[in-house]
């Protein structure tokens, strides 16, 4: 079934244009704990190499470009990026992708590096499969204020091989940065989909796409309870069978009991974007809506918008290699706003992954066109 075409508003806003450079990507938003944005990002550098860099918005421009880490053996990738996380004392967390020498293509780890709040100097803090020069761990999310992470992983026991089979996996960083408690989560999920984690007022709760018998590839949602990872459970059973990993994962968000996941299916051949919300700490997720507008690429994010609404952004295609990034409202009672227009971008993978964050009045927007645009939002716009 495909919706009726609808007609779209440009709300398009203030366009915030950071320090980026002119081939830049990997765009990512995080929400300091006073509501300070910031953007991450990665330069290439010539003749070589990569850097990871960030900014924070003043309230009326983007500070100059902090650097991370640069690298010239580095993983770069339009679908397993970079992510940064602010902790409520001002430290911060950064993580990127690196290649050991002599490494196949999709041979390569993750390093985790945290900035100190008063001297500002980055130190890498640990590394996953950083010797693995035949698969891969990637996908990290962090807990938004950096207290805990999860990614995808090969079996601890061997096996990726060529199937490059994946667990997720859980790891938590404590005041210091010092990181812990490393453990699997769930033995057999879908290869190469973004994951998220959120800490709700259950506790934490995890997403990720889920590797099915019968190569059923749905959402799946995992709370920590008791001190241990409960039974994985699946958000909605959609059926989607895909004999491979479309490498296209959920969203998740939480205020206190609220939660919201939204995500992309083709099950029985037709492209929904989806969403769904709990007000139990995701106990139990209520009938999922479908939030696109008919056709689709998929690449959704959330953010929780206000006490009674989320707001999501993804790319809608409309010909001719062409997509857009919508964005549109979510109430919690099951109610959506109506699709509004961002910006328009390349129907490819060069468009990476539309990011989105609320602080204050303002809904904060990036994407990627030949370099990443940032635009602001107004709350009443929805």
Same mark, same amino acid.
């Not at 944005?37 to 190499?49: A, C, K, N």
């Not at 690429?297 to 952004?313: E, Q, T």
């Given at each position: 079934m495909r919706i009726a075409a609808v007609a779209l508003l440009s709300v398009m806003g203030c366009l915030a244009q950071p320090p980026v450079g002119p081939e830049s990507g990997m765009p990512y938003l995080a929400t300091?704990?006073?509501?300070?944005?910031?953007?991450?990002? @990665?330069?290439?550098?010539?003749?070589?190499?990569?850097?990871l860099r960030w900014s924070k918005w003043t309230g009326s421009a983007w500070t100059p470009a902090e650097e991370v880490a640069r690298g010239q053996r580095w993983f770069v990738n339009w679908a397993d990026f970079p992510a940064i996380a602010v902790r409520p004392d001002g430290s911060m967390l950064a993580h990127w992708l690196a290649r050991p020498d002599d490494a196949s293509k999709y041979g390569y780890g993750i390093r985790v590096a945290r900035r100190d709040a008063g001297s500002g100097k980055w130190s890498e803090i640990y590394g996953m499969s950083l010797d693995e020069k035949e698969d891969y761990a990637g996908f990290l999310s962090f807990i938004p204020d950096g207290s805990g992470a999860v990614y995808l992983a090969p079996p601890a026991s061997g096996g990726g091989g060529e199937g490059h089979r994946k667990t997720l996996r859980y790891v938590r960083f404590d005041k210091a940065g010092k990181p812990g408690g490393d453990r699997e989560v769930d033995a057999d999920v879908c290869s190469c989909c973004q994951t998220a984690v959120v800490a709700t007022g259950n506790g934490l709760l995890a997403a990720y796409r889920d590797h099915q018998p019968g190569e059923i590839r749905d959402i799946a949602i995992v709370r920590w309870r008791d001190g241990a990872w409960a039974a994985p459970q699946t958000v909605h059973a959609d059926g989607w069978k895909i004999n491979g990993c479309p490498t296209d994962g959920p969203s998740l968000v939480a205020r206190d009991r609220h939660v919201g996941v939204a995500w992309l299916t083709r099950a029985g051949e037709v492209a929904r974007v989806q969403a769904a919300v709990s007000a139990d700490g995701g106990a139990t997720f209520q009938k999922p809506?479908? @939030?696109?507008?008919?056709?689709?690429?998929?690449?959704?994010?959330?953010?929780?918008?206000?006490?009674?609404?989320?707001?999501?952004?993804?790319?809608?295609k409309i010909g001719e290699g062409k997509a857009e990034v919508r964005i549109r409202r979510l109430g919690h009672d099951g109610q959506l706003g109506k699709t509004q227009l961002v910006a328009t971008v390349a129907a490819a993978r060069s468009a990476g992954f539309p990011k989105v964050a609320v602080s204050g009045d303002r809904i904060w927007v990036a994407w990627r066109d030949g370099k990443i645009r940032v635009a602001t939002v107004s709350k009443q716009a929805l």
């Open positions: 300091g704990a006073n509501g300070d944005i910031y953007l991450s990002w @990665i330069d290439p550098l010539q003749p070589s190499g990569h850097v809506l479908r @939030i696109d507008d008919g056709n689709p690429l998929g690449r959704p994010a959330l953010a929780v918008l206000d006490g009674k609404n989320d707001v999501a952004v993804w790319l809608e």
